[in-house]
């Protein structure tokens, strides 16, 4: 009886710990954004950037990586910083605002090492290293970073979300689905939750059930119709053709094309560098049964074929404390 009351109160912890931390961040970057310019060191051009980071669009994208671009100019040895700057650049490529992919999938690669290396307790840097190794087609390294992030930090709910697609992608479908019921039992009003759904939506596909896949994306767009939306449409038509629902597939993919409009298969095949080649080919397959005329074919090669769609658009981890009051973190 003992045990189990220590037991719930480990639970009722953590649950405070993962409902807290998003808000002390959000707190400090709303602190950041009304400092005057001339006073701004390198950790409030970080705040600032992190602050742009949770809002979802194309400017507020840019915004942050010219911020957090600042921070690591004026601070080289900030892991924050530096993770939140890979952060900023993978989300460049995920909401498809990039207008120089290799360019910015260079700088995930580059800012994610660089904040393992400055603070390799940091789960966040472990976090954005496996997004960093994901586009790199790297999926043993991705799965050691994601434990190690989990394993520094057991209440990241991000970081069990992207470790149980991960493992759904290596085949490990079941154990990949407890990971993401995890994610979503520590923190059931996550601002990312849409994600966490978005992830199992995954898992599913890659185990070809289409129909949990597409019930997971349809969560994942009633959660959050602005975050989740080219994610969540484009595997809805996909999804909907392979269960021959052609009228739903045509319309998500008319969706999805208003969307992003320059959707490509370069561009597909870039984000989902971990995915093995079967899944992937499927998944063109149906675009193309639901009426996606792409105006390339890239053919497959053995590292670029898929990450997943899902990844955090917020640190759940609470950053260093600032011990200087005004110093350069």
């Not at 045990?3 to 953590?14: C, K, L, S, Y």
Request: aromatic share 6%.
């Amino acid at each position: 009886m003992l045990e189990d009351a220590f037991e719930t109160g480990d639970e009722i912890a953590q649950a405070i710990s993962v409902a807290l931390r998003p808000e002390l961040l959000k707190d400090m970057s709303e602190r950041a954004m009304r400092e005057a310019p001339a006073d701004m060191t390198a950790w409030d051009y970080a705040l600032r950037g992190v602050w742009h980071l949770r809002r979802p669009t194309r400017a507020d994208g840019e915004q942050a990586v010219a911020l957090l671009t600042r921070a690591v100019q004026l601070d080289p040895a900030s892991g924050f910083a530096h993770a939140n700057l890979a952060h900023a650049h993978y989300r460049m490529l995920q909401h498809h605002w990039t207008v120089d992919r290799e360019a910015d999938l260079r700088a995930l690669v580059e800012h994610a090492e660089r904040a393992v290396v400055c603070d390799p307790m940091d789960a966040n840097g472990h976090l954005f290293r496996s997004l960093a190794c994901s586009v790199q087609g790297k999926r043993e390294e991705v799965l050691a970073a994601l434990r190690r992030a989990v394993e520094l930090n057991p209440s990241l709910p991000v970081a069990r979300s992207l470790l149980g697609q991960f493992l759904g992608i290596a085949g490990r479908t079941e154990e990949g689905l407890r990971e993401l019921d995890n994610a979503i039992r520590l923190s059931p009003k996550d601002p990312q939750l849409w994600t966490f759904h978005a992830g199992k939506s995954v898992v599913f596909w890659n185990a070809a059930r289409y129909e949990e896949s597409r019930a997971a994306s349809e969560r994942a767009l009633e959660i959050d119709p602005d975050s989740a939306s080219a994610t969540a449409l484009s595997n809805i038509a996909a999804t909907s053709a392979l269960l021959g629902d052609l009228p739903r597939a045509r319309a998500a993919l008319a969706d999805t094309l208003r969307i992003w409009p320059d959707m490509s298969v370069a561009t597909l095949r870039a984000l989902f560098a971990s995915i093995p080649e079967g899944p992937v080919e499927e998944y063109f397959r149906a675009l193309r049964l639901a009426g996606w005329n792409p105006d390339e074919e890239a053919a497959p090669t053995e590292t670029t074929t898929a990450a997943p769609p899902a990844t955090p658009a917020h640190q759940a981890e609470t950053p260093p404390p600032d011990l200087s009051g005004k110093a350069s973190r």
